[in-house]
């Protein structure tokens, strides 16, 4: 059984920065595409960004491009969320999800087999 543990939120001021880290246990990590969603209070969950087992080709969501940055290491199992120039509107709890199929660039909570709890990241203006 996968686990997926997330790591590394908390409350923050507006253009401060924040890593999220996702430490993979139990499966195959290296072959799994891997993908950062959100979802603040009262919202549905939403994709924020993406990067795939071959290629470590990535892909995000327009409010975060050029301020969010995914990457990988496979040696460590970990998956990476570095945010920069943070917002409120970044206010929500993040969850790191895998997909089992690694060549996968679905942006679709459904097509992901495996979450993590999630961690809470607080943006103050």
């Known amino acids: 059984q996968v686990q997926l543990v997330e790591s590394g939120g908390g409350l923050v001021q507006a253009g401060d920065s924040l890593r999220l880290s996702c430490a993979a246990s139990?499966?195959?990590?290296?072959?799994?595409?891997m993908a950062w969603f959100r979802q603040a209070p009262g919202k549905e969950r939403e994709f924020v960004g993406l990067i795939t087992a071959v290629g470590g080709l990535t892909s995000y969501t327009d409010s975060v491009k050029g301020r969010f940055t995914i990457s990988r290491d496979n040696a460590k199992n970990t998956l990476y969320l570095q945010m920069i120039s943070l917002e409120p509107p970044d206010t929500a709890v993040y969850y790191c999800a895998a997909n089992i199929n690694g060549y996968s660039v679905s942006k679709q909570a459904v097509h992901y087999n495996y979450w993590g709890q999630g961690t809470q990241v607080t943006v103050s203006s």
């Open positions: 139990g499966g195959t990590f290296r072959t799994y595409a």
